[in-house]
């Protein structure tokens, strides 16, 4: 049970975590937000933009704000999958006799930057698979335990395509958002010069540690969702199927496949940190809405309809929520996430503003009402 107190806890820790991080990285609150969100709820996060916008930066400036150790792996088309797990050596003791020793590869770390990922070979892609998702590394035989918390943050190029190797629906699927690092505005552009002109190195000081970030999940696991809102969340990633019972027209129109199972989990356990860093106790149709972006844009597969007319996954998103939206009555206007967690030194249990749900019961006489008028 989540108590005024651990919610108020919560948020004051996640307003140290980004006054932190706001001091090595300036702007992109998106992209601050979205992986804080995801490192609080246990997933793994992919970045795509430009080089030199920030990426690496965000990352090691995450280590030092949450004072875990960071592992940075170059991928490139010769790199193999002992560089990346580790592997058994031979070693000699004092009696010169031989014994296998395993040697730990940078994956044993809490925060990876797997800086881009699309330059390796499938093969060493699937390297990551087992530790990001099952948060072990198995070689020849032997399974090891990774440290908690875990979290991969990879980066790929969108624009320069030569020599790399697409990564597979499976791999994709592993990630919990994927988020598109823009590049900064102009006066974000000024403050960056004049940042970096003092010191290029990160200054943030820590502000949570391994074992308190790990407390905020549990705090943020515990937070209720309605069932109507759930049902919302689950339809929204069952209309992205153009085959299934909830299929949306545009699905239909432009989506080969759809989101997996894993996208529920991501939307519905992204959307328990949101509410607590918008310092509600419970999720609302909002916090779905607002993730369903990072959360799904990767894990659909346009057909050649969209690719054709060049439809974004994104614009894709944005008309099957609005299709969603007229059906259920919801407002699903485009929000762009990315704001300061609430503060809650000052608010009362009683003052917390709940999210408006409605049962099944009333959303069936609201839409024979809107057919009685028709």
Same mark, same amino acid.
């Given at each position: 049970?989540?108590?005024?107190?651990?919610?108020?806890?919560?948020?004051?820790?996640?307003?140290?975590?980004?006054?932190?991080?706001?001091?090595?990285?300036?702007?992109?609150?998106? =992209?601050?937000?979205?992986? #804080?969100?995801?490192?609080? *709820?246990? /997933? !793994?996060?992919?970045?795509?933009?430009? %080089? $030199?916008?920030?990426?690496?930066?965000?990352?090691?400036?995450?280590?030092?704000?949450?004072?875990?150790?960071?592992?940075?792996?170059?991928?490139?088309?010769?790199?193999?999958?002992?560089? =990346?797990?580790?592997?058994? #050596?031979?070693?000699?003791? *004092?009696? /010169? !006799?031989?014994?296998?020793?395993?040697? %730990? $590869?940078?994956?044993?770390?809490?925060?990876?930057?797997?800086?881009?990922?699309?330059?390796?070979?499938?093969?060493?892609?699937?390297?990551?698979?087992?530790?990001?998702?099952?948060?072990? =590394?198995?070689?020849?035989?032997?399974?090891?335990?990774?440290?908690?918390?875990?979290?991969?943050?990879?980066?790929?190029?969108?624009?320069?395509?030569?020599?790399?190797?697409?990564?597979?629906?499976?791999?994709?699927?592993?990630?919990?958002?994927?988020?598109?690092?823009?590049?900064?505005?102009?006066?974000?552009?000024?403050?960056?010069?004049?940042?970096?002109?003092?010191?290029?190195?990160?200054?943030?000081?820590?502000?949570?540690?391994?074992?308190?970030?790990?407390?905020?999940?549990?705090?943020?696991?515990?937070?209720?969702?309605?069932?109507?809102?759930?049902?919302?969340?689950?339809?929204?990633?069952?209309?992205?199927?153009?085959?299934?019972?909830?299929?949306?027209?545009?699905?239909?129109?432009?989506?080969?496949?759809?989101?997996?199972?894993?996208?529920?989990?991501?939307?519905?356990?992204?959307?328990?940190?949101?509410?607590?860093?918008?310092?509600?106790?419970?999720?609302?149709?909002?916090?779905?809405?607002?993730?369903?972006?990072?959360?799904?844009?990767?894990?659909?597969?346009?057909?050649?309809?969209?690719?054709?007319?060049?439809?974004?996954?994104?614009?894709?998103?944005?008309?099957?929520?609005?299709?969603?939206?007229?059906?259920?009555?919801?407002?699903?206007?485009?929000?762009?996430?990315?704001?300061?967690?609430?503060?809650?030194?000052?608010?009362?249990?009683?003052?917390?503003?709940?999210?408006?749900?409605?049962?099944?019961?009333?959303?069936?006489?609201?839409?024979?009402?809107?057919?009685?008028?028709?």
């Amino acid at each position: 049970m989540v108590t005024e107190k651990d919610v108020t806890k919560f948020s004051e820790q996640c307003k140290k975590i980004f006054a932190q991080v706001e001091r090595d990285v300036i702007g992109q609150k998106e =992209v601050v937000q979205g992986t #804080i969100i995801a490192m609080i *709820a246990g /997933g !793994n996060v992919l970045l795509e933009g430009v %080089p $030199g916008v920030g990426k690496t930066r965000l990352v090691r400036s995450l280590g030092r704000v949450f004072n875990l150790p960071f592992s940075r792996i170059q991928f490139t088309p010769d790199l193999m999958p002992a560089d =990346v797990t580790g592997t058994n #050596i031979v070693v000699k003791d *004092a009696k /010169g !006799n031989s014994d296998f020793q395993f040697q %730990p $590869g940078p994956v044993f770390s809490n925060i990876i930057l797997a800086d881009e990922i699309n330059r390796a070979t499938p093969k060493t892609q699937s390297a990551l698979l087992e530790a990001m998702q099952e948060h072990t =590394v198995t070689v020849m035989g032997v399974s090891r335990k990774l440290n908690e918390p875990f979290f991969v943050l990879a980066t790929q190029n969108p624009i320069e395509q030569d020599g790399t190797y697409p990564l597979p629906e499976a791999q994709m699927d592993r990630f919990m958002f994927k988020l598109i690092v823009k590049n900064p505005s102009l006066d974000e552009l000024m403050d960056i010069v004049n940042m970096t002109q003092k010191t290029m190195a990160e200054v943030a000081d820590a502000a949570c540690t391994g074992e308190e970030l790990l407390r905020m999940r549990v705090t943020a696991n515990a937070i209720p969702v309605a069932e109507p809102v759930m049902r919302y969340a689950m339809t929204l990633c069952s209309a992205t199927h153009p085959d299934s019972e909830c299929a949306s027209e545009t699905a239909k129109k432009y989506v080969r496949l759809g989101a997996s199972p894993r996208a529920g989990q991501a939307l519905i356990s992204a959307a328990k940190v949101k509410a607590l860093l918008q310092g509600r106790f419970n999720v609302a149709y909002s916090d779905v809405n607002e993730l369903a972006y990072p959360v799904l844009r990767h894990r659909m597969k346009l057909n050649f309809e969209a690719i054709a007319e060049r439809v974004s996954p994104d614009k894709i998103i944005e008309m099957i929520l609005a299709e969603l939206g007229k059906k259920h009555g919801i407002s699903t206007s485009k929000i762009e996430f990315g704001g300061e967690p609430a503060d809650l030194s000052a608010v009362g249990a009683e003052d917390v503003v709940e999210p408006e749900t409605e049962t099944t019961e009333e959303s069936d006489k609201k839409s024979k009402r809107r057919k009685a008028k028709k």
